[in-house]
């Protein structure tokens, strides 16, 4: 499977966690594909690092950067106020921030599990609050970026925010499977609701980020990796950033991605290669654990995503 290269001049994209690795790579592909592109982004002097990068090589680009903490359901609510009073359709969303392998358990400020906090219930708010502009576009898709690690979690509604247990993988692989779990119900409610958005997962393999020192270090700068990380500079178990942004590019741009589909690389244990078909765990197809995740996710959040009447009456 090959990225799209059509030109999406005149589309508006956002993408989550745009100054750095796959983020940056996705709003890079994004850019020269001629889409105006907003880097939504924790740390803006970093957006506009990522900003300026951008612009060297694609000088023509229409890329600019707002503040965005998914970690923080107000901020996620700032945002989105901004982009709702400019009221300008939104062609694609590509929910790509995270964190990974936090150490100890952090709380956000909402009293979340901070990995899950910020992967799914920021994402979820986030999709929820810019559905009006999703809607408005007409035929917009969202790209949720999971992670073969979604292939380890499990959804423990007795435990969601790892208040009895914690361990840094665990609750990562958690909030991973909570994406992927994520991107394919909002494909069955945009059906069923017709709301013409196409929902579409990814993961980026085994990739070569600052993800790996970024969470143990809780977001500081720092040079110390994990050992995953550290794994990763062998050239054989793990791809440059770049070819990391292929799946959420091609999930982002393609006629052939599968509404509700869900792309990785293609190599060996999907974790190199060119985007293809990624494989679902039995829990990452549970239609019944999604329903219910969705909806405990609309309570924790207080957003509640709209049903259509005719909805309603032909149920």
């Known amino acids: 499977m090959a990225v799209d290269s059509s030109d999406l001049s005149g589309a508006l ?3 989550t966690g745009a100054n750095s690795g796959i983020g940056l790579e996705t709003a890079r592909g994004l850019a020269a594909a001629g ?12 957006g506009a690092r990522a900003e300026s990068e951008i612009l060297r090589g694609l000088p023509r680009a229409a890329v600019s950067v707002v503040e965005l903490d998914l970690s923080e359901l107000s901020s996620v609510e700032r945002m989105t106020r901004e982009l709702l009073d400019l009221g300008r ?3 694609l969303l590509v929910n790509n921030a995270g964190v990974m392998a936090v150490p100890r358990r952090v709380t956000t400020s909402d009293g979340f599990e901070l990995q899950f906090g910020t992967n799914h219930l920021g994402h979820f708010a986030l999709t929820g609050r810019l559905l009006p502009l999703l809607r408005a576009a007409g035929q917009a898709r969202v790209v949720t970026v999971s992670s073969l690690a979604h292939r380890i979690g499990r959804i423990a509604f007795d435990n969601l925010q ?5 361990g840094p993988n665990r609750a990562y692989g958690a909030s991973k499977l909570a994406n992927l779990l ?5 494909q069955r409610l945009s059906t069923r609701n017709g709301w013409g ?6 993961h980026p393999g085994s990739t070569r980020t600052n993800l ?12 110390r990796e994990d050992f995953v990380g550290r794994l990763k500079r062998l050239p054989w178990l793990a791809q440059s950033a770049a070819r990391g942004a292929l799946p959420s590019l091609f999930a982002a741009t393609s006629p052939d991605a599968a509404p509700g589909g869900y792309y990785g690389p293609g190599g060996p244990l999907e974790m ?32 509640h995503f709209p049903v259509e009447e005719q909805a309603e009456q032909s149920s």
């Open 13 to 15: 994209a956002v993408v």
């Open 35 to 46: 889409a105006e592109v907003v880097l939504a982004v924790r740390d803006e002097a970093k």
């Open 89 to 91: 359709p939104i062609d």
């Open 162 to 166: 790892s208040e009895r247990s914690y």
């Open 182 to 186: 994520f991107a394919k119900q909002l």
């Open 197 to 202: 958005i196409r929902s579409v997962a990814a």
């Open 212 to 223: 790996h020192s970024s969470g143990p270090s809780l977001g500081r700068e720092s040079r």
């Open 272 to 303: 190199t290669g060119s985007p293809a078909l990624a494989r679902v765990s039995r829990l990452g197809r549970d239609e019944q654990l999604a329903a219910r995740l969705w909806q405990v996710s609309e309570q924790l959040t207080r957003l």
